[in-house]
């Protein structure tokens, strides 16, 4: 029966085509390529483009100076050459104006404190720290314009007076005497000199009056720079007005470092002897 046996090998020389999916556990078809990751596609930066990246802006845009900062143990001419791939890329190029763009902003904001603080200090009272005030002399308001004491003064000097004759007796009590009152008591140093003094001519007396630090205006703030005790009493330190006045003039460029002298045509023409000089 020679038909039933063809059947079976018309079956075993059947196979079966490659269906491209591959097999648990086996390798992908070599004709697929695999999908890069998506950071792969981005131009993720990596940490030496960062490191790169923030020696450009540092060193001012000089690639060479910037390459060398991040890889000290190449050489001047690779990386000459690896600075200038490095620059091509979109995502280099793209992270240095990000850090130049901040740099700028830090650069807007410190100026403008440089700049604030220049004028707080220049626009600043000094009379915040101390005054000199003029006040009325001992003499000035004094009946007959003698010595005047406070109301103060003029009772301790009583009651000493009184404590002194109850020790004494006899000739040194009557030496004593009584109490003289002067110019009597209400003595105000904050009060007017009287023009008509005989003392201190209408001039009165100068006098220093240091203020409270703790509550100096902000310009104050910046100008105070501390107290100093001698050996003839407080000394206020304040920062140069001048350097803030020099800071600010250049800011605004009111400075002329050229002078620029214009003449008459003419007057150069007699001046050169050129014939050709505009009249």
Avoid at 142 to 167: I, S, V
Avoid at 191 to 219: H, I, M, W, Y
Avoid at 239 to 267: C, N, Q, W
């Amino acid at each position: 029966m020679p038909k039933p046996a063809t059947r079976m090998a018309a079956k075993k020389s059947v196979r079966k085509k490659p269906s491209g999916k591959a097999k648990q556990g086996g390798s992908a078809p070599r004709s697929r390529v695999a999908t890069p990751p998506v950071a792969a596609q981005a131009g993720e930066i990596s940490t030496l483009d960062k490191r790169f990246c923030a020696e450009y802006v540092r060193n001012g845009g000089n690639g060479t100076q910037a390459y060398l900062a991040a890889r000290p143990e190449v050489s001047e001419g690779s990386a000459r050459t690896m600075a200038a791939r490095l620059l091509a890329k979109v995502h280099v190029k793209q992270e240095i104006a990000t850090l130049a763009e901040k740099v700028s902003q830090r650069a807007e904001i410190t100026a403008a404190k440089v700049v604030q603080t220049a004028w707080d200090m220049m626009t600043a009272d000094a009379r915040e720290f101390c005054e000199l005030h003029v006040g009325c002399c001992r003499n000035c308001w004094g009946r007959g314009f003698r010595w005047q004491r406070t109301d103060g003064e003029l009772a301790d000097a009583r009651a000493a007076h009184q404590a002194k004759r109850l020790e004494l007796s006899g000739k040194a009590l009557a030496k004593l005497g009584q109490f003289d009152e002067q110019g009597g008591g209400g003595f105000d140093a904050r009060r007017e000199p009287n023009e008509q003094c005989p003392t201190c001519g209408g001039a009165g007396n100068p006098r220093t009056v240091f203020k409270d630090t703790r509550k100096l205006s902000p310009g104050a703030a910046q100008l105070f720079a501390g107290v100093k005790e001698t050996d003839k009493g407080l000394e206020v330190k304040t920062h140069s007005k001048d350097a803030a006045v020099d800071k600010l003039m250049r800011h605004f460029g009111l400075y002329r470092d050229k002078i620029e002298l214009t003449m008459p045509t003419v007057l150069v023409r007699d001046l050169t002897g050129r014939k050709d000089a505009p009249a």
